[in-house]
């Protein structure tokens, strides 16, 4: 069984297929978007050795000749060094500009891949199959691609649409119960940036997304990919006034806690994000915005899947105030120095906030455990 969605986006509409099997299924759902039958698949050491035999093939008993690039795991890899290098071995391998180029594994797998297919002989087209919970309702839909540089994540990219996205939820099996975490901080999120109902789903069901039941985790992924491609569908670019940005509810907290712990393993992206929310909603109901019963709702539904709330919940604690802020000044969404921020009226009502008074974000901050 498996359900289609489509980001609608004129000449670059393309399908989202959610169900299970569907790498064994890989080469009848890529085949209609292969000019010459060679298929280059970027991934990481660890998804090759667990799923890449399974891909590579299915995609060989169909003719398909497969390209298999490996890269080293972890955030690293996504940076200009990372580049280069992916960019070379397309090179070397002779990629033509009507090939299309398979990214296989996580975020950093996909985000890298998408760069690199961004700019490869001007742009060519890439294929993103999602294998963790996080890339699947998050990362694989709608385009964004990006490399860090030592000043901070995703910094340079390009919005590159794929063709074509397979979030195939057995692929989730082998994934770490803390990355089916992580992920579920981003399911969270939609439910609290923009649909209470779903938010109550969860309430009931989280413990049965995590416990992955394939109902619940099918509901929640589809669910979650819904609104993300309505989203992304309406406001491509994340404009000024348009939709995408409420997509960002809980970064600007979580990119600055992850820059202050080095954005490493002491706390995950997903980690961050549960706490943004979390911060989101604190921060919203100390402004007067929501209700301080929105703002507990919304901290029991992180909280309830493990995820932190709390500043002192998170290694690096006690965080400098200052350094958090010069975090959040130089995130992307900031213009001309003001700090922008997802902010609610309510569980499932986020809006955009942006002119937010740094000294206001300050001594929230500091109330919150931060040191002055
Ligand atoms: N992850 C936020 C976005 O795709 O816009």
């Keep these: 069984m498996s359900n289609v969605l489509s980001v609608g986006l004129a000449d670059r509409a393309y399908d989202i297929v959610i169900g299970g099997g569907l790498v064994d299924r890989a080469a009848a759902l890529i085949r209609p978007h292969l000019r010459r ?7 990481d050491e660890i998804v090759g050795g667990l799923h890449g035999p399974r891909l590579i093939g299915a995609l060989e008993a169909d003719s398909v000749t497969v390209q298999a690039i490996e890269i080293s795991p972890g955030e690293s890899a996504k940076s200009f060094e990372g580049l280069a290098g992916l960019c070379d071995r397309l090179l070397e391998l002779e990629l033509e500009r009507g090939d299309v180029i398979i990214a296989f594994g996580g975020g950093v797998v996909g985000d890298l891949t ?11 087209d890439f294929i993103q199959i999602p294998t963790t919970l996080l890339a699947q309702v998050d990362s694989s839909v709608g385009g964004k691609t990006a490399i860090d540089t ?10 590159h649409q794929p063709r074509l996205v397979l979030a195939d939820l057995e692929v989730l099996d082998t994934l770490p119960q803390r990355e ?11 439910g609290l940036l923009g649909d209470a109902e779903f938010l109550a789903w969860l309430e009931i069901n989280g413990r049965g997304v995590l416990g992955r039941e394939p109902i619940a985790l099918a509901y929640a992924v589809r669910r979650s990919v819904q ?3 309505e989203i992304v569908g309406s406001d491509e670019r994340e404009s000024a006034g348009g939709q995408r940005a409420l997509l960002n509810l809980g970064h600007t907290f979580a990119h600055a806690f992850e820059a202050e712990c080095g954005f490493g393993d002491s706390l995950k992206h997903g980690e961050a994000v549960g706490m943004g929310c979390a911060l989101a909603f604190r921060f919203s109901a100390r402004l007067g ?16 899947a493990g995820l932190p709330t709390q500043l002192d919940q998170i290694a690096g604690h006690p965080f400098d105030v200052g350094a958090l802020i010069n975090h959040m000044a130089n995130d992307k969404k900031a213009r001309a120095g003001a700090l922008t921020f997802i902010l609610a009226r309510g569980v499932g009502e986020a809006f955009v906030a942006r002119d937010v008074d740094p000294g206001a974000v300050r001594q929230f901050l500091i109330d919150e455990g931060a040191l002055p």
């Excluded at 998408?114 to 060519?124: D, H, L, P, Q, T």
């Excluded at 030592?150 to 340079?156: M, Q």
């Excluded at 089916?180 to 939609?190: H, N, S, T």
């Excluded at 915005?289 to 309830?304: N, Q, T």
């Design 289 to 304: 915005l929501c209700s301080e019963a929105d703002a507990d709702r919304a901290c029991k539904a992180v909280a309830a």
């Design 114 to 124: 998408g760069f690199a297919a961004s700019i490869y002989k001007r742009g060519v």
């Design 227 to 229: 609104m993300k491609a």
């Design 37 to 43: 039958p060679i298929a280059t698949i970027v991934m």
């Design 150 to 159: 030592p000043r901070g994540k995703n910094l340079i990219g390009a919005f």
């Design 180 to 190: 089916l975490v992580c992920g579920y901080a981003e399911i969270l999120k939609y």
